[in-house]
T-cell receptor, first 113, second 114 residues
Framework: DQQVKQNSPSLSVQEGRISILNCDYT??????FLWYKKYPAEGPTFLISISSIKDKNEDGRFTVFLNKSAKHLSLHIVPSQPGDSAVYFCAASADSGNTPLVFGKGTRLSVIA | EADIYQTPRYLVIGTGKKITLECSQTMGHDKMYWYQQDPGMELHLIHY???????EKGDLSSESTVSRIRTEHFPLTLESARPSHTSQYLC?????????????FGPGTRLTVL
């Protein structure tokens, strides 16, 4: 049973527009959420995180929104750039990070110039 | 920029061979992890360690073994490789903190067993 779900396997966005990647989770004990970006043949790169005590965290072009009641989080990239094309993984952990991360299957983002 | 290294980056071997995938980090992180990822799939945790001489199995059953004799080093060993072990293996580490646990990943090892 998948605890972290990314229901869109792929997403195409035009350069300069907003990219919105979504993630749902089922475990109400998750209290820390992260987004990673992965290029082929490389390891995932940490992008941004959010604790369950917040509903928004922003870092440059990247913003993560958390809706605890809906068990949903989203990553917004504005403006999208061709270099953002990669697979994005959502991950979650419980107990303030003292349990291992659980990852979603990822969403492949293609930013078209 | 995280300082975590994996060797080799690519490995092609025959069935039945014993292999060790190396992972080292220079950040002094207590926690280290091994994940396995097939193309288009999620990362599956296969082993983790929260400190020296401490290792645990992850969610995905694996025929591999790990050791943690030094803080910075977390090698993964396959005693007898099989084609079903073909995958990408990712090592990660994180610091022990009260409120957050951001994991930093190495570049991965792409293993192909013929």
């Amino acid at each position: 049973d998948q605890q972290v779900k990314q229901n869109s396997p792929s997403l195409s966005v035009q350069e300069g527009r907003i990219s919105i990647l979504n993630c749902d989770y089922t475990n109400s004990m998750f209290d820390y959420f992260l987004w990673y970006k992965k290029y082929p043949a490389e390891g995932p790169t940490f992008l941004i995180s959010i604790s369950s005590i917040k509903d928004k965290n922003e870092d440059g072009r990247f913003t993560v929104f958390l809706n605890k009641s809906a068990k949903h989080l989203s990553l917004h990239i504005v403006p999208s750039q061709p270099g953002d094309s990669a697979v994005y993984f959502c991950a979650a952990s419980a107990d303030s990070g003292n349990t291992p991360l659980v990852f979603g299957k990822g969403t492949r983002l293609s930013v078209i110039a | 920029e995280a300082d975590i290294y994996q060797t080799p980056r690519y490995l092609v071997i025959g069935t039945g061979k014993k292999i060790t995938l190396e992972c080292s980090q220079t950040m002094g992180h207590d926690k280290m992890y091994w994940y396995q990822q097939d193309p288009g799939m999620e990362l599956h945790l296969i082993h983790y360690s929260y400190g020296v001489n401490s290792t645990e199995k992850g969610d995905l059953s694996s025929e591999s073994t790990v050791s943690r004799i030094r803080t910075e080093h977390f090698p993964l060993t396959l005693e007898s490789a099989r084609p079903s072990h073909t995958s990408q293996y990712l090592c990660a580490s994180s610091a022990s903190r009260v409120d957050t646990d951001t994991q930093y990943f190495g570049p991965g090892t792409r293993l192909t067993v013929l």
